[in-house]
């Protein structure tokens, strides 16, 4: 597979680094696109995989502001949301690079930096592949399904720990 795995706080990434992830991510279509150069640069790690010289893969372990992480938790009937520090983040994969491992590559990577640390993640209700990678990985889902502000669909809440 010959992937080239990058993991760094985002004050060490590059211009083209940042591009990319940034455009990544507005690929993905799930997310508010003002002010999300600002976020990326509060993210504790960005994950950038790429083959022959292109991004296949991306993700974060992110520093969630902590009212946004109460009300994640309170919309799922979760309680103890203090208890999670890192949130699992824009993590995409292009439609093209689906299939090839790239999902679980990138899940391996984010896991084995946090070790002995909890996390939470979201992902659409109705995204089985996702949720098969998050409980591959130790995540198990924790509460009920909510709406989601950003389209007309459900979110499911995973934990790890």
């Not at 084995?112 to 889902?141: C, D, P």
Request: net charge positive; glycine share 12%; aromatic share 8%.
């Amino acid at each position: 597979m010959n992937l080239e795995t990058t993991i760094k706080k985002p004050a060490d990434c590059n211009q083209e680094e940042l591009a990319d992830f940034e455009r990544l991510i507005n690929e993905g279509g799930e997310v508010t696109a003002v002010g999300l150069r600002g976020r990326i640069l509060q993210a504790e790690k960005l994950v950038l995989i790429n083959q022959a010289g292109k991004c296949v893969a991306i993700g974060a372990i992110k520093n969630p502001n902590p009212g946004y992480k109460v009300g994640v938790f309170n919309k799922a009937g979760v309680a103890a949301s203090q208890q999670y520090k890192f949130e699992l983040g824009w993590l995409y994969v292009p439609e093209e690079e689906r299939g090839k491992g790239n999902g679980r590559e990138l899940m391996r990577v984010i896991t084995e930096s946090l070790i002995g640390q909890k996390s939470y993640a979201t992902t659409r209700e109705n995204n089985q592949v996702m949720h098969k990678l998050f409980e591959a990985f130790g995540y198990t889902k924790a509460g009920k399904s909510y709406p989601s502000q950003n389209g007309d669909y459900l979110l499911a809440l995973y934990t790890s720990g």
